[in-house]
């Protein structure tokens, strides 16, 4: 009996469906982006060898958040909902208010010596606290400088502080008038790194 022929498999298109089956896999395929918070670290000290100075306990906004979402707020349970008014009366404070932080006078372009606050936020997170917990406590602190900002501005210079951003560089004295804005009100959030702080899992 004579041997059949086997027929050679033309793999000439091969090539062919891989690369459509890899160009289909990249255009259904999600891929994964990182997401985060704009921060503006500030310069290191100049001087790394004295220990900074100590920060008296009344220019502190003690914000923490345990595992079960819960803010400790000085003190105090607070929902999430009054965090923004709480911070922005601590962060505007009152210059005759020896409960509310110090001020110390500060040379402002634009404004000549100014009283600024000493306040600094200080954010102390658990390990299991929620990431969209961490968003909102940090949405809600940036709001109440932004809100205090657009006030100082306004007052000061007629717009907003949304309008200023939005015409950075378009003037000298837009940009000083930007820069003395957040002089006035400077954005100090100190994040601890997460730890145990309350709460269960």
């Given at each position: 009996?004579?041997?059949?022929?086997?027929?050679?498999?033309?793999?000439?298109?091969?090539?062919?469906i891989?690369?459509?089956?890899?160009?289909?896999?990249l255009v259904?395929?999600?891929?994964d982006?990182?997401?985060?918070?704009i921060r503006k670290?500030?310069?290191?000290?100049?001087?790394?060898?004295?220990?900074?100075?100590?920060?008296?306990?009344?220019?502190?906004?003690?914000?923490?958040?345990?595992a079960?979402?819960?803010l400790?707020?000085?003190?105090?349970?607070?929902?999430?909902?009054?965090?923004?008014?709480?911070?922005?009366?601590?962060?505007?404070s009152?210059?005759g208010?020896?409960?509310?932080?110090?001020?110390?006078?500060?040379?402002i372009d634009?404004?000549?010596l100014?009283?600024?606050?000493?306040?600094?936020?200080?954010?102390?997170?658990?390990?299991?606290?929620?990431?969209?917990?961490?968003?909102?406590?940090?949405?809600?602190?940036?709001?109440?400088?932004?809100?205090?900002?657009?006030?100082?501005a306004?007052?000061k210079?007629?717009?907003t502080?949304?309008?200023?951003?939005?015409?950075?560089?378009?003037?000298?004295?837009?940009?000083?008038?930007?820069?003395?804005?957040?002089?006035v009100?400077?954005?100090?959030?100190?994040?601890?790194?997460?730890?145990?702080?309350g709460?269960?899992?």
């Amino acid at each position: 009996m004579a041997k059949r022929e086997i027929s050679e498999i033309n793999a000439g298109s091969m090539a062919d469906i891989a690369f459509l089956l890899l160009i289909f896999f990249l255009v259904t395929t999600t891929m994964d982006t990182d997401t985060g918070l704009i921060r503006k670290l500030p310069p290191p000290p100049e001087d790394l060898t004295e220990p900074p100075p100590p920060i008296k306990q009344r220019n502190i906004f003690e914000i923490l958040v345990n595992a079960n979402d819960q803010l400790l707020v000085e003190g105090e349970y607070m929902q999430i909902t009054e965090l923004r008014e709480k911070a922005k009366e601590f962060i505007k404070s009152d210059v005759g208010n020896p409960n509310m932080p110090e001020f110390k006078e500060e040379q402002i372009d634009g404004l000549g010596l100014y009283p600024v606050s000493k306040q600094i936020i200080s954010l102390q997170n658990d390990n299991g606290t929620s990431y969209d917990m961490y968003i909102k406590v940090q949405n809600e602190l940036v709001a109440a400088y932004n809100e205090l900002r657009n006030e100082f501005a306004q007052q000061k210079f007629g717009k907003t502080y949304q309008e200023l951003l939005q015409q950075a560089g378009a003037s000298e004295a837009v940009e000083q008038q930007l820069d003395a804005v957040k002089k006035v009100y400077p954005q100090r959030i100190s994040e601890a790194e997460p730890k145990k702080v309350g709460g269960t899992n």
